[in-house]
């Protein structure tokens, strides 16, 4: 077995390369929604080069003692010229206004998109002139070795960047690539199996950035990478490239045809009336999608919510273009079970897809807008007002179901009919 | 009281509006892709693109303006939460 970290010290992980992390085996959620059945840690690092050295990330405030204690036994404060934050989280960013008081040399160096949010984390005009904000093909040098940057945005917060050291083929990835797992025997290849960990940080972490997961992976993909260090977990030395590979194949959509656009209809039914609903929405875009002919194919699916837990149904989801909810409204309110499928949703992504809704209800009908607002703030478009219907629906109301769908069908192929509206018809 | 007419373009709705009110007001109701974090003109969330009838939309505001530039939004882009439309026809998208 190998040694686990030192106290204190730091550990070599390339030449001339120190992690000067923390460990966190005591933690046992993150952020809240995250469970981390064996903790987790905060990874550092500093890189020396021949004129300058560089801090890559700090860690959460409670464990700045041992942070500094590690830096100091690698580096002296005024040797430090470049600051890296590769976002700006508290479990990262934590030492950092100390780090930048003791070391009063060196410059910071974010993304452009990190600059606005600094002020959170600091009063800026205290160290103004010492922050600089790079994007991708951005380098800092250090005399005989370089950082160069990469914009990663969104993996998982809007300023993410990773690091790369050319000369080591080093890519400090933050959270990228990273998982909540805490081992001091800190590599790859000396800690236990951490494969259960690295999957559920990507599924929870990760998952709902899928479409900036496949564009930062364009750019580390080429990166001779020998070396991942992350800013989470094991540091990856032993075929990093597998990590990568399997980033790639998580972030792929799991459809095989790809042209046909996809409409699901779910819904929950009490006495069978917002079912027949359903099917009516179903049939209406099913219909559209014959009216439009060979331009555009909708492929529709009718499930009802009853049938399943929430997750098979969210993996449904990730890879449809339009959602289409249905529930009755029972004591002023949608039922739970479309709640539960609702508040599931933030684990995808489903920004810009269709959404509508649709029930019928005893005296007051709830439900539909309520599930229009939802979708809304989970920022689907919701182009066409959902249909309600009282009881036990009309032909007229079947009509309108029909119409819902064929509508939202027509969006979905960008064939709908431009409409004009008063402000005022707007409830 | 004079009107407006905005066109959200990707769901294909023109809406005719009283002078004075925010895109926000209009483009929520309606069910259109631009999406809002914090409302208030701070998150950028909001961004849009304007692609026409910019000169019929109240000049940014001092924090609006930082805002944009803090994001490095392109020209014609604004924030919807805070972009106050005053007449005209105008065509926006999310950006
Ligand atoms: S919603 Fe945050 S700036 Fe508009
Ligand atoms: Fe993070
Ligand atoms: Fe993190």
Not at chain 1, 163 to 171: K, N, P, Y
Not at chain 2, 50 to 62: R, Y
Request: glycine share 8%; with cysteine; charged share 20%.
């Amino acid at each position: 077995m190998r040694a686990a970290a030192p106290i204190d010290q730091a550990v070599a992980v390339g030449n001339d390369v120190h992690w000067i992390g923390a460990f966190d085996p005591d933690l046992r959620s993150f952020d809240i929604i995250l469970r981390t059945a064996n903790g987790t840690s905060y990874n550092a690092y500093v890189v020396r080069g021949s004129e300058g050295v560089a801090v890559i990330d700090t860690v959460k405030a409670n464990f700045s003692a041992g942070f500094f204690r590690r830096l100091e036994s690698v580096a002296d404060y005024d040797e430090i010229s470049t600051i890296v934050l590769n976002h700006l989280e508290p479990d990262h960013s934590g030492a950092l206004p100390e780090l930048l008081r003791r070391a009063t040399r060196a410059t910071l160096h974010v993304s452009h998109q990190a600059r606005p949010m600094l002020k959170g984390l600091f009063d800026p005009e205290e160290f103004a002139d010492r922050i600089v904000s790079v994007g991708t093909g951005d380098v800092v040098g250090l005399g005989d070795r370089q950082l160069e940057f990469f914009n990663t945005p969104y993996l998982h917060w809007p300023d993410t960047q990773c690091t790369w050291l050319a000369s080591e083929g080093m890519l400090f990835s933050g959270d990228f690539l990273g998982c909540h797992y805490c081992d001091e025997r800190l590599f790859n290849d000396a800690v236990g199996d951490f494969r259960f960990s690295f999957e559920y940080y990507y599924a929870h972490i990760m998952r709902p950035f899928r479409a900036y997961v496949r564009e930062a992976l364009e750019l580390i993909e080429p990166l001779p990478i020998r070396t991942i260090a992350p800013a989470h977990g094991p540091i990856l030395r032993d075929d990093p490239q597998d990590y990568v590979r399997r980033y790639r194949a998580l972030s792929k959509s799991g459809l095989h045809n790809t042209t046909a656009k996809t409409l699901i209809v779910f819904y929950i039914s009490a006495y069978g009336a917002t079912r027949r609903m359903a099917e009516a929405v179903a049939a209406g875009a099913e219909f559209a999608s014959g009216e439009v002919g060979a331009a555009g194919e909708v492929r529709v699916s009718l499930y009802d919510i009853e049938g399943s837990e929430p997750q098979p149904f969210v993996d449904l989801i990730e890879e449809a273009d339009a959602l289409m909810f249905g529930s009755p409204t029972i004591n002023g309110d949608a039922v739970k079970p479309v709640w539960d499928l609702l508040s599931s949703l933030t684990m995808v992504d489903v920004k810009g897809k269709l959404g509508a809704a649709f029930g019928s209800y005893g005296w007051s009908g709830e439900a539909v807008p309520m599930i229009e607002d939802r979708l809304r703030r989970l920022k689907l478009r919701v182009p066409v007002p959902g249909v309600k219907a009282r009881l036990t629906p009309t032909a007229d109301e079947f009509a309108a179901c029909h119409e819902l769908g064929r509508q939202t069908a027509l969006h979905l192929l960008g064939r709908a009919t431009p409409r004009v509206i008063d402000m005022s018809a707007l409830v | 009281m004079p009107k407006a007419n905005v066109t959200f373009q990707d769901i294909g709705v023109t809406v005719t509006v009283p002078a004075g009110t925010r895109l926000i007001e209009v483009s929520e109701k309606i069910g259109a892709g631009i999406t809002y974090g914090c409302r208030e003109g701070e998150c950028c969330t909001c961004l849009t693109k304007v692609i026409s009838g910019h000169e019929h939309l109240a000049a940014p505001s001092v924090l609006e303006a930082q805002v944009l530039k803090d994001n490095l939004a392109p020209r014609h882009h604004r924030l919807a939460c805070q972009a106050q439309i005053l007449g005209g026809d105008i065509v926006v998208k999310p950006a």
